[in-house]
């Protein structure tokens, strides 16, 4: 991994946790995850007219991953309802690389070295240790099950978007086309298991969307496009390192409680993330 690849994936970290937390701030999580995607969908149809059409099997590649993104997006949303943002992001995204590690070596996708190897298995313990946490201070255990779903659709669209960008061969157009697909498909579900509550009202929300999922949206181009330049299990892992910059969020903006051991667990990430740079 180059050090631009290396230093995009780190400036998109910080871009996935911001915006995390602005969907967090909203009262309705779904509301702030519908108001995401349509904003997601919005600037992808600004970028659509510039780049190239999908042909042949990349279509393939975009539904499915449209498809996962709606069930991450779901389950997301769910578990922000009954968690803390320094909680509930940790298990999610650092889940994520242990799943995306294991399809790798299983299927071949990718080489990677000892050093990347060990530091997603320490970046493994660091989650571990994260939801152990759940269990000790008396948090809702329901968030377990919803956020390791999310990591489960982390996991899936990683792989999908990472080969799919390979297979189409412009990262930026493929993202542009994702989220225009990920907002036709996630849209009509959430109306649907909500109603209108989860309508986006108020000027001062739609701005606050639009300002998420621009970060969104410029953070996951260039994860995309890093997977194209490196390992995607080592990319997700690296992407991982977001778990701080939203537990640094949840503390300073939600008060979230900061006791040893989830201090420990972000440690604990950390040197995760370090072995894999080594």
């Given at each position: 991994m180059t050090g631009l690849v290396f230093s995009s994936v780190v400036f998109a970290a910080l871009l996935h946790a911001g915006w995390n937390a602005l969907v967090k701030t909203g009262q309705n999580k779904q509301s702030g995850?519908?108001?995401?995607?349509?904003?997601?969908?919005?600037?992808?149809?600004?970028?659509?007219?510039?780049?190239s059409l999908p042909q042949g099997t990349a279509w393939l590649w975009l539904i499915a991953s449209g498809l996962i993104h709606m069930f991450y997006q779901l389950f997301l949303g769910l578990a922000y309802e009954r968690g803390d943002l320094s909680r509930v992001y940790p298990i999610a995204r650092g889940a994520a690389p242990m799943i995306v590690l294991i399809v790798s070596l299983s299927f071949g996708i990718d080489s990677l070295r000892g050093l990347d190897l060990l530091g997603i298995l320490v970046l493994g313990l660091g989650i571990v240790l994260m939801a152990h946490g759940v269990f000790s201070s008396?948090?809702?255990?329901?968030l377990i099950p919803l956020a390791l779903g999310s990591a489960a659709a982390t996991a899936g669209y990683s792989l999908v978007d990472g080969l799919g960008a390979r297979v189409m061969g412009d990262a930026?157009?493929?993202?542009?086309?994702?989220?225009?697909?990920s907002a036709v498909?996630?849209?009509?579900?959430?109306?649907?298991?909500?109603?209108?509550?989860?309508?986006?009202?108020?000027?001062?929300q739609i701005a606050l969307g639009l300002l998420?999922?621009?970060?969104?949206?410029?953070?996951?181009?260039?994860?995309?496009?890093?997977?194209?330049k490196a390992p995607i299990a080592l990319v997700t892992a690296l992407r991982e390192s977001s778990i701080l910059f939203a537990m640094l969020l949840g503390w300073l903006f939600f008060r979230d409680t900061m006791g040893p051991t989830k201090i420990l667990a972000g440690l604990v990430i950390v040197a995760g993330v370090i072995l894999t740079r080594l």
């Open positions: 995850m519908l108001l995401l995607t349509l904003a997601h969908a919005f600037f992808g149809l600004c970028i659509l007219p510039f780049v008396g948090e809702d255990r329901r930026l157009a493929y993202v542009s086309w994702l989220l225009v697909l498909f996630y849209t009509p579900v959430i109306l649907a298991l909500r109603g209108r509550s989860v309508l986006p009202r108020g000027g001062g998420a999922g621009f970060a969104s949206f410029i953070a996951y181009a260039l994860v995309v496009w890093a997977m194209t």
